[in-house]
C-alpha cells in the first residue's frame, strides 16, 4: 500500500499570506495525485486533481505542482474562506489513502 | 443538481450491525465507481470501499475487510454498506462518495461529489 505523509501537521497564517503545504507519497505515484479541502462540520471538496489540474469552480489562487513522491498545494492569497484542513490522497493505486490532514487556521 | 444523501446510521452496540444507504440524483449513477469514506471524530478522512459500475469489482480497506459489504442498486440509484461485528474504532461519520474517472494529460479518479456524512456510534 501506498501511504501518504503531510507537512506542516498544522499552520497559523494571516489573510493575504502566500500558504505552502506538502504532500509526500511513500513510492513514485506519478501525477496521480488529488487535493481536497474540508470545513468543520462539512464534507470534504476536491480542489485539484492529477497533481495541478483545478476543479471546476475552484478559486485561481489554489495550485498544485509536482510529480513523483513529492507535491506541493499553494494558496497564492489566503482568504477567510481558506481557513480550513487540507487533504491530499493518491488515485495512482487501491487503496487511494488520504494523507494525514494538514489544519490551516488564523494567525 | 448532482447530489448524495446518506441515511442510517446511528447508535449500535459492539458486535451489532448496521446498513447504511446513499441515495444519488441529478447524474447517471450507473456510469460511475461509488466509495464510502470515514472519518473519526476529530480524525483524518479513512478510504473504507469501492465498487465498480455494474457490482462486478469490490474493494475494502483491510481493516473492515470480511465484516463490511458495499453493494449498489443501479435501479434503485443507491449506494449500500453493510456493516457487521461493529467495533468501537468504527466510530465515525461514513460519507458517500463518487469515483469519478478524469482524463487529462493521464487518465485519473478522485472524489468529486460528497454526501454530508452519516454518524455511526459504536458503545456500549
Known amino acids: 500500500d501506498i501511504q501518504m505523509t503531510q507537512s506542516p501537521s498544522s499552520l497559523s497564517a494571516s489573510v493575504g499570506d502566500r500558504v505552502t503545504i506538502t504532500c509526500r507519497a511513500s513510492q513514485s505515484i506519478s501525477s496521480y495525485l488529488n487535493w481536497y479541502q474540508q470545513k468543520p462540520g462539512k464534507a470534504p471538496k476536491l480542489l485539484i486533481y492529477a497533481a495541478s489540474s483545478l476543479q471546476s469552480g475552484v478559486p485561481s489562487r489554489f495550485s498544485g505542482s509536482g510529480s513523483g513522491t513529492d507535491f506541493t498545494l499553494t494558496i497564492s492569497s489566503l482568504q477567510p474562506e481558506d481557513f480550513a484542513t487540507y487533504y491530499c490522497q493518491q488515485s495512482y493505486s487501491t487503496p487511494p489513502f488520504f494523507g494525514p490532514g494538514t489544519k490551516v487556521d488564523i494567525k | 443538481e448532482v447530489q448524495l444523501v446518506e441515511s442510517g446510521g446511528g447508535l449500535v452496540q459492539p458486535g451489532g450491525s448496521l446498513r447504511l444507504s446513499c441515495a444519488a440524483s441529478?447524474?447517471?449513477?450507473?456510469?460511475?465507481?461509488m466509495s464510502w469514506v470515514r472519518q473519526a471524530p476529530g480524525k483524518g478522512l479513512e478510504w473504507v470501499a469501492n465498487?465498480?459500475?455494474?457490482?462486478?469489482?469490490?474493494y475494502y480497506v483491510d481493516s473492515v475487510k470480511g465484516r463490511f459489504t458495499i453493494s449498489r442498486d443501479n435501479a434503485k440509484n443507491s449506494l449500500y454498506l453493510q456493516m457487521n461485528s461493529l467495533r468501537a474504532e468504527d466510530t465515525a461519520v461514513y460519507y458517500c462518495a463518487r469515483w469519478t474517472m478524469i482524463v487529462v494529460v493521464i487518465t485519473t479518479y478522485a472524489f468529486d461529489i460528497w454526501g454530508q456524512g452519516t454518524m455511526v456510534t459504536v458503545s456500549s
Open positions: 441529478g447524474f447517471t449513477f450507473s456510469s460511475y465507481w
Open positions: 465498487i465498480k459500475q455494474d457490482g462486478s469489482e469490490k
